[in-house]
């Protein structure tokens, strides 16, 4: 937007330069030939600042802050609620290896306990400062510079990918309401989608599988403004529709067969004749076509509600998911330029409608939407798949064939809907680029962007990601003298992971790398525009102050003749405070042109202008401010309710590992011949059990050995656990020991999680899952 | 006639609907065409019996999985699909088999492990024998197939059929033409 303008105001003033050399404002008299709103009208300006008082400026300031900081609580709950969804999910599936007596119940309420307090965990000391400081620069570079991480979600292995989406979509581009965070994750996407184009060989396979890049994108809409668009939507006629209770839509005429006989046996004791007719005909029986012809009309009528709403919802839509979309047509018409208009609407489909909209409408009561207050009932359930089912099919301009044949009349749906869709589908694709948008809009505001940006992160997210650019340092940076090979050389090799008990969090400060002359514009754009805005707050202060009578008549002020009546009106009666507001805004002003922010040349016209505008605009920056503030906290207020629901569930959880762990011999102790090795547990040691080498190799336990063959024989392992879930193996040759491992269930289970496959020591490589099962038997965990 | 409830499971794009279409209408679809929620009814017989299947073929679209735990539920057998060509269709399953488990509170549950679109051998990835081993570990039966070749589909559902007998005998029945494998 800054651009064009600038282009155009240059060009306007090469081709229409009039009266030269003196001090006149070229550029604002050029400006108001072509665009007279801007006439800058300095008296009506000074009498609106001067007629508001104090407490009313005090107040916009105080209300700006306050937005300021409503929106670092939400940013702040967001994250809190992810990690909290992350941890509910852990402990769901640590419940999951409970109930196959994988874990004990003391184990899963040890990492329960651990989770809790590892979430508000912030150390110092986990990182030495050398490794520290590299990590900010790394950081640094990773989240300025799309194409890095953009690169990395189509090389993450499946076992990762929530650690990746969690690091990339929560801890390095957190902050919601960034215009730069956004700017910087939509960048990310735009290239791992790039990356998902160029490998694909068919438009049907594109974006169909469940790939690192659709979980980010599913994450992506989840965030509150896809939530907020979901509700605005759709929560009204989905509310409604489970309100008016409907009678059953099913259409199969299997089932609505099944049901009549049922219904006609029960009421008359008799035998029903239907059930004499064979299945395959039973479709045609009158008895069931006048139960289906009706539902099928009732299914349309509901269809229509949905895609009235959906259509004219093209305002409500997330830019964000605008944007993409319009990157997924892009994309799509850059690979396959020979695809159909209809075709290339599939792709946007595909993704606004299949992974956004429709899984809404048919799971509304999820805990991830909670669209409708209550649970569905199967009949409701079953009429919104039918519904959904419907919409999915117009959503791909696919209409129904044989498969469902009882489907088949509601194609007469599909072609009603099929142009008006494609074309909500092309509208939607019809924004501004992202620069332009994000500026645009009040939504976003850069938080405290003067001060140095940092995150929050887990040791374990900068080890993934260091391991991940390590891997891959060839795609991710293929130029030699990228700046981030130099970080990557001084870093080393990538830690392995470590237990979720040592899984830190850090603080790191984002700093660029020293002695790099880093030529992006965002830092400095940011704090340029702190700059501008206190410059600004400093000029509305100057002519709140100047007596309007010190300023002559003129429709060509521009900053500078401002000033100079300032200056003489400080001659004519000196006053301290004017005078060192004057000093300020000139240095101020000065520091703006060395930015570049500013130019003399204009006469730093788009100051005036701004305030011009400001002030004209007052009320309804009032307005605006008061709107964006009832927006936040709407959001606000449903992220706590969300909240208090996570914390609701991991009670629950809570509650039923409790419950479990004082009656050990019900739930967890499922298989009997457990139970007497449960007590064993509780118990002291349990072993020694002694295995010979050779026996360990034969069963397969030790995968791989460097044991010299002389020493095998007389080699011999020694397992014992004094503690539940904690193995020690001792190793004796002729007798004597000669090493000492500790294992821990959890950390093994862990790695097999992780698609881990063996367990490297000095002597041996194990092969985990026979280790497991070995340790399984002798302990009976 | 005895009635069997299966559910067809696995990620996006494997070729559940495929394989499901083939077994029932001897068609192989091959259009890009995400499912929700389709179910088909089949008679047939198996082991010397007729028997009524009604299949479920459920969404791959991780968006809908939110629909899962009703659909295990209510099935009494289940085929976990995956594509041999694609490694994360393979470890996707994990979590299904998992839920399975979890929500029918057992160790085992009838079930096949199914490594679809075996046609496609030059753009394999996941190996036979990563299926045998993960079918060991389930203890489950392991299958590769081809939806489009119609390769080893009536199989799948035999084997699924013929583990639920097994698991859970057909209740007596004085109905004449019950199952009668008591």
């Known amino acids: ?781 | 006639m005895r009635e069997y409830k299966l559910v067809v499971l696995g990620s996006g794009g494997v070729g559940k609907s495929a394989l499901t279409v083939q077994f029932v209408q001897n068609i192989f679809v091959d259009k890009y065409d995400p499912t929700i929620e389709d179910s088909y009814r089949k008679q047939t017989e198996i082991d010397g019996q007729q028997c009524l299947l009604e299949i479920l073929d459920t969404a791959g679209t991780e968006q809908f999985t939110a629909m899962r735990d009703l659909y295990m539920k209510n099935g009494q057998g289940f085929i976990l699909v995956y594509s041999i060509t694609a490694m994360a269709t393979f470890n996707d399953l994990n979590d299904i088999h998992e839920q399975i488990l979890r929500v029918k509170d057992a160790e085992t549950v009838p079930m096949v492990l199914v490594g679809n679109k075996c046609d496609l051998e030059d753009d394999r990835i996941v190996e036979k024998e990563q299926g045998d081993a993960k079918a060991k570990e389930w203890s489950c039966t392991f299958m590769e197939c081809s939806a489009k070749t119609r390769y080893n589909i009536d199989e799948i559902f035999d084997d699924v059929v013929g583990q639920i007998n097994l698991s859970e005998p057909a209740p007596k029945t004085k109905k004449k033409g019950g199952c009668a494998l008591l």
């Open chain 1, 1 to 781: 937007m800054a651009e064009r303008t600038a282009a155009v105001r240059g060009r306007s003033r090469s081709g229409s330069l009039v009266g030269g050399g003196q001090k006149i404002p070229i550029a604002l008299r050029v400006k108001t030939l072509t665009e007279p709103r801007l006439l800058i009208n300095i008296r009506a300006i000074q009498k609106t600042l001067q007629a508001e008082d104090e407490d009313k400026a005090r107040r916009l300031q105080r209300e700006q802050t306050e937005l300021r900081n409503l929106k670092e609580e939400l940013t702040n709950s967001i994250k809190q609620n992810y990690i909290l969804e992350r941890d509910n999910k852990e402990i769901d599936s640590r419940i999951g290896l409970l109930i196959q007596n994988r874990v004990t119940v003391q184990e899963v309420i040890a990492q329960t306990q651990r989770m809790a307090s590892s979430a508000s965990e912030v150390s110092d000391a986990a990182l030495p400062q050398a490794k520290r400081e590299l990590y900010s620069s790394l950081f640094y570079l990773l989240q300025r510079e799309p194409n890095y991480l953009g690169i990395l979600p189509k090389v993450v292995k499946l076992s990762q990918t929530p650690a990746f989406i969690q690091a990339v979509a929560f801890t390095l581009f957190g902050d919601q309401y960034s215009a730069r965070e956004e700017l910087l994750l939509l960048s990310v996407f735009r290239r791992a989608l790039q990356e998902e184009f160029n490998e694909s060989t068919s438009m049907g396979s594109l974006l169909r599988g469940n790939s690192a890049v659709t979980k980010m994108i599913r994450e992506y809409t989840r965030r509150d403004p896809g939530q907020a668009y979901l509700e605005k939507t759709l929560s009204g006629v989905l509310e409604a529709f489970v309100a008016s209770d409907p009678e059953s839509f099913e259409i199969n005429p299997a089932k609505v067969a099944k049901k009549l006989i049922n219904e006609e046996e029960v009421a008359t004791g008799v035998k029903s004749t239907l059930a004499e007719v064979p299945e395959a005909e039973r479709s045609k029986d009158p008895r069931v076509v006048a139960v289906i012809e009706p539902r099928i009309q009732m299914i349309m009528a509901q269809c229509e509600v949905f895609m009235k709403q959906v259509l004219s919802s093209l305002e409500d839509m997330p830019y964000g998911i605008r944007w993409l979309a319009k990157q997924i047509a892009i994309m799509t018409q850059e690979r396959f330029p020979e695809a159909s208009r209809k075709a290339r609407a599939t792709m946007i489909g595909g993704f606004v409608y299949l992974r956004f909209i429709n899984p809404a409408i048919v799971t509304p009561d999820a805990d991830s939407y909670k669209l409708v207050k209550n649970k569905l009932t199967a009949k409701v359930r079953r009429n919104l798949v039918l519904v959904a089912k419907v919409l999915q099919n117009l959503s791909n301009f696919i209409l129904f064939g044989d498969k469902e044949a009882y489907m088949l009349p509601l194609n007469a749906f599909i072609e009603q809907y099929t142009e008006p869709l494609t074309q909500f589908f092309e509208n939607l694709t019809d924004v501004p680029e992202l620069e332009e948008y994000l500026k645009l809009d009040h939504q976003f505001v850069d938080v405290a962007s003067n001060q140095t940006p940092t995150i929050t992160i887990s040791l374990n997210e900068i080890y993934l990601i260091h391991a991940l650019l390590a891997d891959n340092m060839a795609e991710v940076a293929g130029d030699l003298d990228d700046p981030i090979r130099d970080i990557m050389a001084k870093l080393g090799e990538a830690p392995p992971q470590v237990k979720n008990s040592q899984n830190e969090a850090v603080v790191l400060s984002l700093v660029p790398p020293q002695g790099l002359s880093y030529t992006d514009t965002l830092d400095e754009n940011a704090a340029a525009s702190n700059l501008y805005d206190e410059t600004k707050q400093a000029v509305q202060e100057l002519l709140t102050r100047l007596d309007s009578h010190a300023i002559p008549f003129s429709i060509h002020h521009t900053l500078e003749t401002l000033i100079e009546a300032a200056h003489e009106s400080l001659l004519r009666a000196p006053d301290a405070k004017l005078e060192a507001l004057v000093t300020t805004i000139e240095d101020k002003l000065s520091a703006l042109e060395a930015e570049g922010v500013l130019s003399r040349n204009d006469s730093h016209s788009r100051m005036l202008e701004d305030i011009s505008r400001e002030t004209e605009n007052r009320a309804s920056f009032e307005e605006s401010l008061a709107k964006d503030r009832a927006k936040i906290e709407r959001t606000l207020e449903r992220v706590r309710s969300h909240h208090q629901f996570l914390l609701s569930q991991l009670e629950s959880y809570n509650q039923y590992l409790q419950n479990v762990r004082s009656q050990p011999s019900d739930a967890a102790g499922k298989s009997k011949s457990k139970k007497k090795k449960k007590k064993d547990k509780a118990g002291a040691t349990v072993g020694p059990f002694k295995v010979s080498h050779d026996k360990l190799l034969k069963d397969g336990v030790i995968a791989e050995s460097f044991v010299p063959d002389a020493r095998r024989k007389k080699t011999v392992l020694v397992f014992s656990s004094d503690e539940p879930g904690v193995i020690v193996c001792a190793a004796y040759f002729h007798g004597f020991p000669v090493d000492r491992y500790q294992f821990e269930l959890e950390d093994l289970l862990e790695r097999q999680e992780n698609d881990e496959r063996v367990i490297r020591l000095e002597y041996v490589v194990l092969d985990l899952n026979i280790f497991l099962h070995t340790i399984n038997k002798m302990f009976g965990f």
